[in-house]
């Protein structure tokens, strides 16, 4: 579901994403290209 939505947000121009992630999450996020800058993690398109 992440990554659909990841591609729906390319697809639309979405150019960067901005989340707060439990650190239960983090991995999750991390696998999907997301690097953490503290307090948040992001994810930039390619």
């Known amino acids: 579901m992440v990554t659909a939505l990841m591609d729906w947000m390319t697809a639309s121009g979405c150019k960067r994403v901005s989340l ?7 991995p ?3 696998s999907l290209g997301f690097t953490y800058d503290d307090p ?7």
């Not at 707060?20 to 983090?26: I, L, N």
């Open 28 to 30: 999750l996020y991390a």
């Open 40 to 46: 948040r993690m992001s994810w930039r398109a390619r």
């Open 20 to 26: 707060s992630s439990s650190s239960e999450g983090e």
